[in-house]
């Protein structure tokens, strides 16, 4: 069976490194990606761990010093001129005509890649900006121009859709319609790679996520696969605190005080922790299981692991 079967995008032992002040910075490291075919996938890292430059590789922007790249099974960058009409990608801030509107603006990209102008209204649809279309780019806010530049990326039908960052700069409208937008896409059977460090707008809207910090990649599996690795928890409330935890600790529980209660650590079932309390003749007042999330998973796997330098350098 190829092992790229059922993923968008592969890479096996990609490595890159760039020559710097302070000498040669290693900005991706033997990293092995994975991106299923259908869905968000949040592609997430502190600043400098290699997301931007991992995109730039795979979209044939930047060479890679060693290792593989395939998107939908095709080697990348040899055969990206067969498969490049399948991938949209926005990676840095697109330039548009600020004069002209945002159908006219798209009318021009569409002739100047081949897409039929008929698909210009059905991007705007797509998007939310059929009514606004007649408008100037220049009287956009900035979470318009970024669904504009997600609808030129549309234009050749595409489908595989790269998003570096694409909710920097945005108030909390913007990044709405941006999450509704990929969530969107990605329910019409597309597949979107989203770069971006505000993990709780990825958690709302991803399916599967990959985290990597120093180029080497720490966790991916679906979101949830990935939050539950940090264990269960739950939150205890007893009369008498000292007795119930040393109840929990002579059942094999791991156990930490918090505040007025107990918090219980790595136990799955909470019936447990109420069997063996009332065992005990301790009687709960209150019993609270704690979900564990994207930003905690996020936190404990990349303490300490923050880069100095980001992505930026030249090629070692």
């Known amino acids: 069976m190829d092992v790229t079967e059922g993923f968008a995008i592969t890479t096996r032992g990609l490595r890159k490194t760039y020559r710097g002040r302070r000498g040669v910075h290693v900005a991706v490291d033997d990293l092995n990606l994975r991106v299923p075919v259908g869905g968000v996938h949040g592609f997430l890292g502190p600043n400098g761990s290699g997301k931007t430059t991992t995109i730039r590789m795979l979209l044939g922007l930047v060479r890679a010093d060693s290792g593989h790249m395939r998107l939908f099974g095709q080697t990348v960058p040899d055969a990206l001129p067969q498969v490049v009409g399948r991938v949209g990608a926005i990676v840095e801030s697109p330039t548009f005509f600020p004069a002209f509107s945002g159908r006219l603006n798209l009318e021009l990209l ?77 329910d019409q059977g597309r597949t979107v790679l989203v770069s971006s460090h505000i993990l709780a707008e990825v958690e709302q809207v991803a399916d599967t996520v990959s985290i990597i910090a120093r180029g080497r990649l720490l966790a991916t599996g679906p979101l949830a696969e990935v939050v539950g690795r940090r264990g269960a928890a739950a939150r205890v409330v007893v009369p008498d605190a000292a007795a119930a935890r040393a109840v929990l600790v002579a059942a094999g529980m ?54 100095a330098s980001g992505d930026e350098g030249v090629p070692a």
Do not use: C
Request: hydrophobic fraction near 45%; avoid cysteine.
């Open 110 to 186: 569409a002739g100047a890649i081949g897409a039929p102008r008929t698909r210009v209204d059905e991007v705007l649809d797509e998007v939310g900006l059929l009514d606004r279309a007649r408008d100037r780019y220049s009287g956009y806010s900035l979470g318009m121009k970024q669904r504009l530049a997600i609808a030129a990326t549309l234009l050749k039908q595409p489908d595989l859709l790269i998003f570096d960052e694409p909710t920097n700069g945005l108030d909390p409208a913007g990044i709405h319609e941006i999450r509704g937008t990929m969530r969107a896409l990605a």
């Open 254 to 307: 791991q156990v930490e005080h918090d505040g007025d209660g107990l918090r219980v650590l790595g136990e799955e079932d909470p019936g447990r922790i109420t069997w063996a309390l009332a065992q005990a003749g301790i009687f709960l007042q209150a019993l609270v299981p704690e979900r564990a999330g994207l930003e905690e998973a996020f936190l404990a796997l990349t303490a300490g692991t923050a880069s």
